[in-house]
């Protein structure tokens, strides 16, 4: 598998606080990589950073081949906060046909239907009409993923997009992304404090560390896919990365202290 | 939840019928000096009878021309402003004494320089309207338009849209609701500024009429202008109520969403 997103000796800082420093790695076309690590590390800067929206001040990050200095095209950002990211004058279709800039030589009826396909295949037909904020967090979310898939993106970042909606609501879209990611390809990116997650989402986990972050383990996850709720997170394999990986944020002495907690 | 139409007409004039009542009684009751206090039911009929004239309701209009030309210019200017100064907080925090000294001079105050300036004509009338208006829209706007939500600017970064259309599509649209604070507020000022304009240097609109009729003592006229300015009061706060229902209707019903949870 080719290449698609390099990132080699990534620095930044915000004024004399150094987040990142050093942070080097890549991701291989199609692969689904979940990002752990203690809160407060910088996961979120590290995706800014990747998507284009902010500067580094060392190290470079190259996306298809090409070095990323403003946000570049195939690539889409999905964040936490869906009621804040989603424009709530804006219907759930308009949410995703907004998402749809860069494919100009769409007609507007064929955004249209390009958006009802998406909206249905992330499981909201019939709420096209409705607007972000009638519908609940979880479906709000859905759009927000729906928006992401709409630019006909190749690699999709994820910042924890799951941490405001309820359990079992996350163990459903846990799913449904591992079925868009199929589905639509992607290559997936997520930032998560869950390791549950991380490890049950990802073909890859990156391990980052305390502030100023860089990698400090990278770990194959040989399961076995389709992922099932239940006999995935029984698997002995599943559990002895799980708590690998615990162990490895627990031991970094940090900033942050609960090193597993979320923020 | 529907009202029945009784309800919902004793819910909105009710409070006005009440009002009335106790008006008509105390002006009866010899308390105070009709002449100076003339029951609402006199009032009714002077209104009935300036209505009937046209040359009344050529100066209503001239008056709601000025307001609404002048609000209209407003909303453009205050706006317009606002959209330059969101973008450079070294501008904003250098205008933010003028707008604070501006805003606090009452509309009379400016009629003599603005007469030395444009005469007496529409100009001077649209001027001291602006003048009047323009404020509450730019703060109102100047205030959403630098606060944008940091979360809609990077997804639509990230999407390819650049800081103009950004401008446009995300972050007008998420200020209009505050703009239209700015716009309902400067509305009454434009309705109140016009008046007052018009009774200190004019020859046409409700506030000469008015300024006449009271010092010509003709104090049935006089009440019956100044209930027609608070009807006009009324009608412009539902124009701009629809226009706002028409422009940000989802924000209307996801503030009644909030009320109602």
Redesign the interface.
Known sequence: MTSILSAHGVGKSFGSHAIIRDLTFNAREGEFISVAGPSGCGKTTLL?CI???LKLDVGSVEFQGQKISE?P?G???V?Q?YS??L???KSNMENVV??M??LENLSAKEKHERGAEILSSVGLRGFEKH?P??VSGGMQQRVAIARALA?NSKLLLLDEPLAAVDAQTRADMQDLLLELAAKYKQTCLLVTHDVDEAVYLADRVIVLSNRPTHVIEEIEVPLKSPRDQIATRSDPIFLDLRARILSRIKSLKGPGGNADMPH | MKQSATSYIVRKFGGLAVFALIWEVVSRSGLVLQDYFPPVTAILVAMGEEIRSAKFVDNLFTTWGRALGGLAIAIVLGIGLAIIAARSYVLRRMLSPFVDMLRVLPPPAIVPISIFAFGIGTKLYLFIVIFAAVWPIYINAVNALAAP?P??I????????GDDEILY??RL??A?PEIFTGIRIGSGLALLAAVAAEMIAASSGLGALLYDAGFTLRVKDMFAIMFFVGISGILLNALVATVRRWL?G??I??AA?GEHA
Do not use: C
């Open positions: 800014m998507a284009g929206l946000p095209p690539l889409a950002v964040f906060d804040r990211s424009l709530p004058w907004f998402g800039k860069r607007y904020w009638q630019a | 939500e979360v809609q990077a997804t639509a970064r990230s999407m390819g849209y599509r995300v649209p998420a209009l940000i989802w924000h019903d996801l969403m």
